[in-house]
Structure formats: C-alpha cells, structure tokens
C-alpha cells in the first residue's frame, strides 16, 4: 500500500491534494493549502466525501518518512497540511475497530503491515531499549508532571496530572492534618490538608509525584489555605480532568539542589510541615529513605523528544484559561506520533464541554461515547524514567 | 486613559451594584427553637421569649417584633419586665443578668442590651451564694430582688446594676426571725419564689425551699410575717388584696394562707391535692385572679396523678364549677394571664401557655374557652417540614379564594382579636401578596401569608384523604369522655409524629393565575389538584407511571406504592385532587414543574422522569435516566445517602410508633423497639468511626445516582431550528446530562382531544459531570422567560422572540450559557473549580434599583454548600456580590433555602423558624415598630435629657441604625475630650455600653459600679452632653 509515488516538485502552492482511503475505498479532493480550517470541519468533510456520516474515524496520514501519522486535533491537523508535498495521503479507520485493535498489537499491525512499519515513531538509533518495550505510540501521552519548578520553592512541588477520558482513577485520599508553619511570632500550627492514601495501580501512584502525608497547598494555582477538607475534595474533582497539585512534599530529601545549597535536608528554613503522620518521615535515618524512596519522577517522554518543539505545533489548548503557564511537557507531546483521542483532542472537548459532543451529530447517539477501553497496563513498564 | 476609562465604568457598575443588591436577614418567622423563658409586660402589652441559645424575642401587636441575642451563649431562664418601663432583665444559666431597653431610634424602637452583670459574693464564698434562683422586680422600677441558691436575698439598684448592700436580706436574719421551734433550725434552702406585696410595696415575700415563707418589711429590714409550709415550695401567688398567699407544692398540693392579719405566724386556711389520693407531681406554679363578680380564676400548671398521668403536660383552670386540665403537646415552660380593663386589673381575659414547641393562647371569656388563633410564633414544625415553595405577586383573586377555604377550616377558633396588643407596626403595607408553601410530612401543604413581617397560616391543605394508610384518623384525639378525670382537653397542634411517612411532600409547584396546584411526594405519589370554593365528593383515578421503562435486573427494596381510595372522597372547598400519578418505582420525587397554559405537570425521580397531562388524564411521556451499572439508584429510596438525622429521627418515630400499636398489636413490639434501638446504635457507631478522608476521583457516568433528575424546566423556545420556536421539556440529571424534548399541543380548540407528544431533541452531557440543578431559558433580551399565563395576564412583558434564545444550565459546579437552538457553549462561570463551593439553591430573580424606580436587572441568587449567598447577573453570568448567610455545618438550613422572584428567601434556622432574608436593596421586608414608655413613668433615679433636643453630637448620626453602639462611643468619647473638669478618675472602670444620640437622649450603663462616685461622675457626663444643647 505504501505506494509513495512522489510527486515532483510541481507543487501548486495553493492546494493540497488529499488522497483519503477509506476500507478499499479511496477519494481525493484538494484543501486550500492557506485556509486548512478546523479539524472537526474537516472530519466533517471526511464523513461526507466517504458518505459515512455516523462511522467515527481515526484519522491518519503519512507523512514525508512514511511514517503514520494520527489526525486528530487542529495542530496536527495543520501540521499535516503543511508537510504534504502536495499529496496528503489519509487512512481512515473505524473507531470501533481501531479500538478493539488496541487491547492487540498484532490485530492492528497484522493487516496493515507496510504502514505500520512506520508506526514505530522514528528509526531512531539513540532509543536504548528493545523496539518490545515500546508501545503503540498512541499510548505516549502526558500523564502526569512537574511544573513551574523555575518559580516554585524547592520545598514545594506542583504536580499536574492528566486524565484523559476515564481510563485510569486518579487514585488518592486526602484528610485533614495540621502543619507547623513559621511565623514572625514563631512557629504556629495551622491546619492543612494532606494526602492520606494512594490506590495501588492509579494515577497519582504510578506517577510517583505524589506520596502519602504530601501537604496540599494548592488546587489549580488557587491555595487550600482556609479552606475545609470537604471544599479542596470539591474543587480537586471539578479539576480532575486537568489537576494540577502543589503540594509540599512529607519526604524533602530528594528536592533538587539549585542554588547550591544544602542537600536533602535544606527544606527546613520554609516550614517544615509536619503532624503525626509526617513524623514518620521526619525521623527515619536518611540513609534508608534516600535509598528505599528516590524521588524518581515518571514520564512517558523521552529527553530528545522534549527538544523536538521547535515546531509550532506546541499551541496547546488549555483547559479554561488556567493561570499556569504552558507546561513544556505537554507541547512536546504533540509531535510524538500519536493516535486520536489524546490530550488535545480532549481538552478541546473539555473546554467545550458538552458542545463537542454535541457538534458532532446534534443526535442522541453521540451522547457519552466516553472515551475509555484503555489497558490497565502499568506506565512505569513502558515509560522512560526521568530522575531529577 | 483606557485605564481611566475602564475604572470609571467599573465604579460606575460597583455603584448600581450597591442600588440593586444588599444583603440583610430581616425577621425570623415561626416558633423558636427551645424556648426558656416567658414574660408579658402588662403596661407595655409585649410578651417577651427568651431561648436556650441565648436569644430573646419580644412580641406585641402583630407586626411588632424585636429580638436580640446575649453575646454568652447561655440560656435564658428567666426573664422579667421593669415594671411600667420599657426596660427588661434576663439572668441566664451562667448567672449573669442582663440589662435590655426598647430605645427608639429614628422613630423606630431597637431592642438593645444596655448592661450586664454578675453578682459577686463575698470573697472565698462558695458559688452557690449568689446562684440567682429567683428574681424579683420592685414596682419602683429601679430595685432587683435577687435570691439566691444560699438563702440570700441581694438587693441591686437599676438599670446600674449597683449592689445596695446595706440592703440584702442575708439567711442569717431571716433564720434569726423564725421561732424557735421551726423544723429545729434546718437550712431554709434556695430561695424559690420572691413576690411583692400588691398593696404594700414596702413587703416583700421570700418563699425558701423548703417550705418556709417570710414576709419581709424593706423598710423596717425585719420579718413580718412567716408561713410554715412544710412542703417543698414550688412557687407562690400573692392575692392581689394582699391578704391571701397561695403556695404550690412538689407533692402537687397548694395552700392557702391568710396573711392579712395581725400576728406573726400566718393561719393556713385551706390545703388541697387537686388530682389527690394517688401520689401527685408538683403544681410547678399557680395563680389566682379575681374576677368582677363571680368566684376567681385559679390557674395551675401540673399537679397530675404521677402514675397514672405524669407524662401529660396539662395546666388546670378552675374557675366556678367549670373545672379543665388543658392538654398541652409539649412541656410547659410558663404561662401567664392576661387580664381586661385599661390598667389590666380587670376580668381574667387570656390565658398565654407557652410550651416547648408552641404559643397557645385561651380565650378565658368565651364559652367553652377556644383558643385563639396566634398571628405569629406558628409552628411551622407542627409536622416537620420536608419542602417549600415561594410564590410572589399573588392576584388578588386566588389570595381571597384561599384566604376563604382557609377560614372555614378555621371555625374552632375565637373569634377574639388578638389580646397582646403593645407597639404600633410602622412598617408600610406588603407591597405585593407572597404566598409560601410549606410541605410536610404527614402529607400537608401549609399555606402562609409571607408578605410582610407575620408568617401569618392562611390555609391548610392535606393531601392524605386520597390514600389509604393506617391510621384512623383522630385515634389519638382521645376527647375526654363524659365524668373523666382529670378533665383533660388537649389543646394545641404540635404534632410531630406522621403516620404514614410515604404520605411527605416533596416538591410543590403552584400557578397563580389558573389556580392549579401540583404536589408530590415521598412514595413517588403526584396529585394535580385545583381550586374550587365548593366541597365535592370525587374519585381520584391513579396513572401509574412505570420509569424503569422495561429495564430489567433491578430490584426496589423500599417502601411500597400508596393505596388509593377507591369510593369518593369528599373533600372541604379549597385545592381538591382531581389526578393523580404514581411512579413506578414509587421512588421520592424529585422534580416537579407545571405549565398551567399547556396543561402539562413533569416529574422525575431516581429513575427517570415523566409528562403528564393533566387535561387528558394520559400520560405523554416517561423517560427512563438510570445507568444500568447503577444498582444503588434500585434498591430503596436513597437509602445510602439519607442523613443520619433523617434516619435518626425515622428511628424515634420507628420506636414510638411501635409504642403505639402496642396497644392494638401486642405481639413483639418489645422486639421491634430493641431492633430500632440496635439500628440506632449501630449508625451512631458508622458516624463515629467514619475516618476523615475523601476520595479525589473525577465522576463518571458510573457513579451512582447519575439518573437522578434533578432539575424540570417547560419553555417555549427554538430548540430545533432558528426560525420556529416551539414548547419544549427540558430535564437535568446528577449525572451532568440535559434532555430536551419538543413538545407538540393541539390547538386550543382540539386540546381535549388531539394527544400531546413529545419528541427527544437534543441531549447534552457535561463534561464535568457535575448534577444539574437548574435550568433557564434567556430570551433575546437576556431575560429569563415569563412564567406560564404570566403575559396573558399581563403580568409580564412577553418574551422577545426575535433575538437569539439562550440556554443557561446550572450545575452544582458551574454556570454555562449555551446558545440555541444550535446548542454551543458560550459563557461560562466556574465556582467549584475556583473556590470549592457547590450550588445547592439556585432561583432566578429580579432586582430593582434602590435609587431609581424603572431600573431592574435580572440576576440568580444561589445559595452554595459553604452558606454563601451570590448574586450572579443574566445573561452575562457574572458574579456581582457574595454575602456569608448560614454556616456551612448546617446543612438542614442550606437545603431548607427557598428564594423569591424578588431576591428574597427563606431557611430554616430551626425545625420551627425560618430565616427571611434579603438579597435586593429595594426589596426588604423587615419589622419597624415602635414602642412607647407607658405615660404613668415612675421618676427614676438617672435623670435623663430632654429629647428631640437637637443635638450637635448629632453629626455623624446619618449613619446606619445597627452601628448605633458605636457611634454612641464614638460620640461619648468626644463628649468626654471636651469636658475636661470631671470624671478622669484613675479607677473610674465604666464601659458605655450604650447611648443613643439620635434624640440626645442617653442611658447610661456601667458595669462593676462599686465607687460611690461614680453616680457624680454619670450626672457629669450627662450634664457634659446637655452642655451640646443650644
């Protein structure tokens, strides 16, 4: 099927041709190359050349290395447009399919072998681990991060953990504790919220950002100071789509080190919170919870791949106009190969809120076709460990 | 200069904000909550409660309200009257007195505290000296009698509160006095009663606790007269000849002693157990009034048989041959008597009983003494409230055809006006007539007049004459047979105990033009019914609405559907059921709207909902919202999710209902109440060892109750394409998802027998899940859509129809616009994302400027988990203010919260009480009343200025009344830097606590006045004020 018939350079600078197959069926139109317009119109357009109006499609194309490349958002949407010389060759799958194929590598690549091929992200030679390690690159997604650690204090970590459809829980229990702080008048105990369990296999474990007796100190850039337990469980669920966590960790021995000074134990200047629970860490010997707890911090990106966002594409939709600044992290994930029904495809649906839903179709069939049937696999096995 | 600009629009909107919102809570309705103590001001004609939580109420003409709240969060135990003034003294349990005056301010009289203090005994004394046990006010109006727990009786000067030492009846001299045989010396005990001479003010009656009494001569500091009562006293009565004491009994006799005579021991004259032979409980107070001819009222409260009757709480008036125990719902707190004639020393005319849970008032000059109806302190609670419903802007019409059915259920009580009378009620006349619906649980709708400071019962309608329920109706109205003794009568309406709890009423949904009126209930029961000035007999045919829809593999493990009755049922004029719809599962329903104009009531539960039409008597529609995952939503009516109150207080009524049928069934109640005592247990166990965490999970459309509909809305909109718009059902469930239905009526003409029909539209899912709670349509002005009839009546401009429809929906998270009919987000705004708070209420209301007549906003006012109070504006959905109103831990009030088209609203303070609130600056329905200092004012001891003096302290008095104390110290410390020459004395501790400078008239209270001084100083700084006077 990888015919790859390059065109010469006859290129008509204003039209792209599109070359869609659907099945066995093929079509071609041409875009205007300046006005791509909106993924979600251009899906539109694709259901309507290939008269398949309620079939939902996974969208992909091959990009100048042959590589297969998903479609699904307006940033690689544009991106596609621009790097078609001039062809752009689209494969449509049915989402049922598609979907199904997921719980089986071998489903998926069986029947589609030569372009899939491509699917394995690059050919490239720096990736150590065997090519078994790595999974389909629709599984590459952002799940959880550290941010703003230019602006935060070392003592302080803000987590932002991402939660895509309904895959996996977020997995964690917070109570009430209290917190020594100090103050002009000396140290005073003030109440605060903490992490009291994780749930074995959820988010916020596997990510291991968090830990049980973390001190919570904000919710999406807003302080839980004052406010009662029952009211940060609230705002933490009506953020939990896209929550972002600065929490004061109960272990501050593997805080980066940036000014030079101290090493693990220099957290104490800012307050060392602690109650009955945190004194677990405070007095076990160093030694052992440097050595049993490193402070290792999952991503399911690689280094080079946060280099590669020279492109534009990093224009991230961001849910609700959160204060925080882009997270680097996740405009670099827009150019990892990836298959639909990602981060910005969500997050649009997630600004929208239930206008996307409804754009699609206006009829009730649509309704909450959550997003789900994911593997429960567990990310560490596949995801590259960062230590910082 | 856009900074400028910006700011100056800014300022400009922060100005009409002002005009249109403020936030104030203006008046409790209802019955407080524990009430204490009681008191009536003859001369002032105010009845004074004081509560358990501190407050004290005070009560006149109807309309005439005051109410104030002690700092120490103490109860009340007693209250007393200065005599012929507006001052009053409250002691309460941590036995500090309390100094409180009616000072009018800007023509209007405050109730204000203006002194407080606590008696001090000598030093090493144990605390049980000055234990105040009894208190009497002087008719001088200026000395307390204060007995104590030792035996002591403290004399302090008011309203100072200085201790006049020299003058204390200590237990020494009285114990001195006695004869020498009496009892062989023992301790006298507390003193239990002090009571004035009626005739000789210079007399003043110690009645200890054992049973001795002395009369004590002030003046001469000596012993009178002492009666050798050998029972534990209770209380004592002086004859108002002052030649009779009558003291009550712990053994539940009284005695009459004549103490008019010479000698130093009083004779007893008579000694009686009323309810006699058997062992008695105590007669806790008496009185005796006489009567112009004829033989006297005698009045006691207690005394039953211990055995046979000690649980009744029962007052006996004897009077004549005419002999009643009056049979109270509650315990009895106090009562007293009010008398005719202009001084209030005429004829026995009322008796006012205040109970633990009522204000019942007997009518003592009419046949067969009926009770008399009370414009105020009702008891909302006499079943516990389970809903409300407000409605604004009542036509005259319906008000008078409600107010009609209303009075004929009425006919039992006097027809007497109401005999406390005191204060004028200055506030202006209710600018509109405002219904308010309360739903109970024994099944009754209870129709109050809430447009101005009364919650005044208009009508009251029961929904349980439909259904068949266990109960034979009066069985425990046991009317007291023919020669029954005691004679009980049971008066009052208190009566908390349902018979039936699926027969509770749930929602409400009124229309004020056509008069129909939709009530549904806990068992899933929906009654249409409508208003008709005549009695009719009718049956009332039952639809049921299956919601499940053929979902299968569910089980409803909860209560089962009510029966109806199937032979007509003859109902009184007023709302009669003419159809009535019975969900399937007979979940509780909760959601219900009716659109008078399509003839059309939608419903929905746990399970799904329905639409009925009521002309028709078919139903259009039923729509099954359960999750299939979801077994909870199945099995019972929310079992997992009540509140531990709820299921407390369903245990207490488990117990005594089976205490009831003890009587019909005797098989294994004794079982029954150990299994409710278990149940009991073992949730009080649940709730304590809860751990405090919570689970952080994003919801999903498995959680449980994500059917649950929560929010019914009719409106006449463009829901499928821009050009027409049609009516349309739209409904909001827990799980975050609306559903919209077009809707397709006959023409008027064909309405009888063309099928109404509805298609689905559209459905949206939120993304974030989060319940519905509201749902509004926005013309295309922005303004919410009128009310079904609204415009026909021309009540209401009519929607713009031309412009773009908006639809606002409302979830417990946020608030999001949408446009339609292509439904398309459009504005959002975020509250629980941002502060944590969730949307419990949610209305929509109108606000009209303070300033300028013509000028109104819509806006929603939402009531959020935390007890916050937001304005949010329409249709731009903006926060404009945010006022704390209810403790966030009090979570019955916050879902108790009923708000007005008119940025009003109401909750629940208590079982009993509601809170009125206001929201809008023009809109604020509040008591203004004024009370007058009875003309016959005795000379007091402070020297007051003249008032209406025009003041030149008087600068800063333009502002508000409630920051009166402060700017009273404000303008006392002015008065005391330019008055150098008195008064700075190091030790001279005295805190004003008060001082009104409206009228430049001042009252001074110190607290801790031990110098003798410091009454100079007082005259010093009153002079310093009058000094301002021109």
């Known amino acids: 099927m990888n015919k790859n018939h390059r065109v010469p350079s006859n290129r008509t600078l204003g039209a792209v041709e599109v070359k869609s197959k659907f099945g066995a ?164 105990k003030v109440p605060g919220i903490f992490i009291s369990r994780m749930v074995p296999g959820g988010l916020a474990e596997s990510t291991g950002l968090l830990a049980v007796n973390d001190e919570v100190l904000e919710v999406n850039g807003i302080e839980v100071q004052g406010k009662s337990l029952d009211q940060v469980t609230d705002m933490m669920i009506a953020n939990s789509h896209n929550l972002i966590v600065t929490v004061k960790p109960a272990n501050q021995r593997n805080n980066i080190v940036r000014s030079g000074g101290g090493g693990g134990a220099a957290s104490g200047s800012s307050g060392h919170s602690s109650d009955s629970g945190t004194s677990f860490y405070g007095y076990s010997s160093p030694g052992t919870a440097v050595a049993t707890t490193p402070a290792h911090i999952i991503q399911n990106f690689h280094p080079e791949e946060l280099e590669s966002d020279e492109d534009d594409e990093d224009l991230v939709i ?27 495809h969500l997050d649009l649906r997630t600004t929208n809120g239930a206008l996307a839903s409804h754009n699609r179709s206006g009829s009730l069939g649509t309704l909450s076709t959550a997003d789900r049937g994911l593997e429960g696999r567990s990310l560490e096995e596949e995801g590259t460990v960062i230590t910082l | 200069m856009k900074r400028f600009r910006r700011h100056g629009q800014e300022s400009h909107r922060d100005r009409i904000k002002q005009e249109l919102y403020g936030f104030n809570k203006t008046v409790e309705h209802g019955f407080p909550h524990q009430p204490s103590a009681l008191v009536f001001s003859p001369s002032l004609q105010l009845l004074a409660i004081g509560t358990r939580s501190g407050a004290i109420k005070l009560y006149g003409a109807p309309g005439v309200e005051f109410m104030g709240l002690h700092d120490e969060n103490a109860a009340v135990t007693q209250v007393h009257f200065l005599p012929q003034q507006v001052d009053l003294v409250t002691l309460l349990d941590d036995n ?162 004549m103490v008019a005579g010479e000698g130093t021991q009083s004779e007893q004259e008579k000694s009686e157990v009323p309810y006699g032979h058997f062992p008695c409980k105590a007669i806790s107070k008496i009185i005796q009034l006489p009567t112009e001819q004829g033989p006297p009222f005698l009045f006691l409260s207690g005394g039953m048989p211990r055995a046979s009757y000690g649980d009744r709480h029962c007052i006996s008036v004897i009077h004549s041959k005419t002999h009643v125990a009056l049979d109270f719902t509650s315990r009895i707190i106090d009562f007293f008597v009010i008398r005719d004639g202009p001084d209030h020393t005429g004829d026995p005319s009322a008796l006012v009983v ?129 020669g029954e003794w005691p004679p009980f009568r049971k008066v009052g309406c208190f009566d908390p105990y349902s018979d039936d709890p699926r027969l509770g009423v749930q929602k409400i949904h009124l229309c004020k033009y056509s008069g129909y009126l939709t009530v549904a209930g806990t068992a899933g029961q929906i009654l249409v019914l409508e208003l ?45 059921p003419f159809a009535l719809v019975q969900c399937q599962p007979p979940a509780v329903v909760t959601a219900l709207t009716l659109h008078s104009e399509w003839k059309l009531v939608t419903f929905g539960t746990s399970h799904g909902f329905g639409l009925y039409d009521y002309q028709q008597k078919n139903t259009v529609l039923v729509r099954c919202t359960l999750n299939p995952s979801d077994q909870l939503a199945m099995e019972g009516p929310l079992s997992r999710v009540k509140s531990i109150k709820k299921s407390l207080r369903q245990s207490f009524r488990r117990i005594r209902r089976s205490r009831v049928s003890l009587r019909k069934h005797h098989v294994n109640s004794a079982a029954k109440v150990q299994e409710a005592n278990a149940r009991l247990e073992a949730e009080l166990a649940e709730m304590e060892l809860a751990p405090v965490q919570r689970k952080i999970e994003a919801r999903s459309s498995d959680d449980s109750f994500t059917g649950l509909v929560r929010t019914l809305y009719f409106a006449d909109t463009f829901l499928s394409d821009s050009s027409h718009h049609t009516p349309s059902l739209w409904a909001g469930t827990n799980g975050g998802s609306v559903l919209a239905y077009q809707l397709r009526l006959p023409p008027v003409e064909r309405r009888a027998e063309d099928p109404v029909s509805a298609h689905p539209a559209k459905e949206i899912q939120l993304m974030h899940r989060a319940p519905v709670v509201g749902i509004v349509v926005l013309d295309g002005h922005g303004s919410p859509l009128p009310e079904p009839l609204e415009v026909a009546h021309d009540l209401a401009r009519s929607a713009d129809m031309q412009g773009c429809h908006q639809l606002l929906v409302i979830s417990e998270e946020q608030f999001k616009v949408f446009t339609l009919p292509k439904v398309s987000a459009k504005m959002k705004l975020k509250l629980t994302a941002i502060d944590g708070s969730r949307v419990r209420r949610v209305g929509v209301a109108w606000f009209g400027s303070s300033r300028s007549e013509d000028y109104g906003e819509s806006g929603l006012t939402v009531l959020t988990n935390q007890g916050d109070l937001h304005v949010v ?43 009125r609130f206001s929201l809008s600056a023009r809109c604020v329905v509040e008591p203004r009343s004024l009370v007058e200092v009875p003309s016959q004012t005795p000379s007091t001891t402070l020297p007051r200025a003249q008032p209406d003096g025009p003041s030149v302290a008087h600068r800063n008095s333009t502002r508000a009344t409630d920051d009166v104390e402060g700017s009273a110290r404000r303008v006392m410390e002015h008065a005391l830097l330019n008055d150098e020459t008195t008064h700075d004395h190091p030790t001279a501790r005295f805190i004003i606590t008060n001082l009104t400078h409206g009228n430049c008239q001042s009252s001074l209270c110190v607290c801790g006045l031990t110098c003798s001084f410091l009454t100079a100083v007082l005259q010093e700084i009153q002079k310093s004020l009058e000094g301002y006077q021109p």
């Open chain 1, 25 to 188: 069926e093929f079509r071609r139109f041409s875009l205007d190359r300046s006005k791509p317009g909106r993924f979600d119109e251009f899906y539109r357009l694709l259901q309507h050349m290939h008269r398949i109006p309620n079939v939902d499609l996974l969208v992909g194309y091959a990009d100048v290395h042959g590589d297969l490349l998903p479609i699904n958002n307006d940033d690689n949407y544009r991106k596609a447009i621009s790097v078609a010389d001039p062809v752009l060759r689209l494969f449509l799958q049915r989402k049922e399919e598609a979907d199904y194929s997921a719980f089986g590598l071998d489903s998926l690549t069986r029947p589609k072998k030569t372009v899939l091929a491509a699917m394995l992200l690059r050919p490239d030679a720096n990736r150590k681990k065997p090519l078994v390690i790595i999974s389909l690159p629709r599984d590459f997604r952002p799940v959880s991060s550290i941010i703003d650690v230019d602006i935060l204090p070392e003592t302080h970590r803000r987590v932002r953990l991402y939660k895509h459809g309904q895959e996996k829980p977020l997995g964690f229990y917070i109570r009430d504790g209290s917190s020594v702080r100090v103050t002009p008048q000396g140290l005073e």
């Open chain 1, 318 to 344: 961001e849910v609700d106009g959160e204060a925080m600044p882009i997270p680097r992290t996740s405009s670099a994930s827009c150019t990892i190969p990836f298959i639909p029904r990602y981060v910005p």
């Open chain 2, 96 to 257: 500090s007195l309390h100094m409180w005056t009616l000072r009018a301010h800007q023509g209007v009289s405050e109730l204000l505290e203006i002194g407080r203090f606590t008696l001090t005994g000598p030093p090493g004394a144990p605390p049980s000296v000055t234990r105040v046990t009894a208190v009497l006010t002087h008719s001088s109006g200026d000395l307390l009698f204060l007995g104590t727990e030792g035996g002591h009786v403290f004399v302090v000067e008011v309203p100072g509160f200085r201790e006049l030492e020299e003058r204390n009846i200590s237990l020494e001299n009285v114990t001195n006095s006695l004869p020498e045989d009496y009892g062989g010396r023992r301790s006298l005990e507390h003193v239990e009663s002090l009571q004035e001479n009626p005739v000789n003010p210079r007399q003043v009656l110690i009645g200890y606790g054992r049973g001795m009494m002395v009369i004590w001569d002030l003046e001469r500091q000596s012993a009178v007269k002492h009666i050798p009562a050998t029972q534990q006293l209770e209380s004592v009565w002086w004859t108002e000849d002052g030649g009779h004491v009558l003291s009550s009994h712990s053994d539940g006799s009284y005695c009459r002693w």
């Open chain 2, 354 to 482: 205040l109970v633990e849970e009522e204000l019942v008032v007997i009518d003592l000059q009419t046949e067969g003494w009926p009770v008399i109806q009370t414009p105020y302190l009702v008891p909302l609670h006499c079943s516990a409230i389970t809903c409300s419903h407000h409605v604004s802007a009542i036509p005259l019409k319906l008000w008078e055809r409600v107010l009609s059915a209303g009075a004929l259920q009425n006919t039992h009580y006097s027809k007497k006006p109401w005999p406390i009378t005191g204060g004028q009620n200055l506030s202006p006349d209710a600018p509109q007539r405002d219904l308010l619906l309360t739903g109970h649980e024994d099944g009754t709708v209870r129709f109050w007049d809430a447009s101005g400071v009364c919650l005044y019962p208009m009508y009251k309608l029961s929904t349980a004459g439909v259904f068949l329920t266990d109960a034979e109706p009066n069985d425990n109205m046991n009317q007291g047979t023919e």
């Open chain 2, 532 to 576: 008709n000035d005549e009695a009719a007999e009718q049956t009332v045919e039952a639809t049921v609405a299956d919601l499940l829809q053929g979902q299968e593999g569910f089980r409803w493990k909860g209560h089962t559907r009510l029966e109806v009755k199937e032979e007509p049922v003859m109902f009184p004029p007023g709302f009669q």
């Open chain 2, 873 to 915: 504006s329409l249709p731009g959905v903006k926060l404009q203010v945010q006022y704390p109103c209810i403790r966030r831990e009090d979570v019955s009030g916050i879902a108790s919260c009923v708000f007005t088209k008119h940025g009003q609203g109401f909750y629940l303070i208590s079982p009993s009480e509601f809170e």
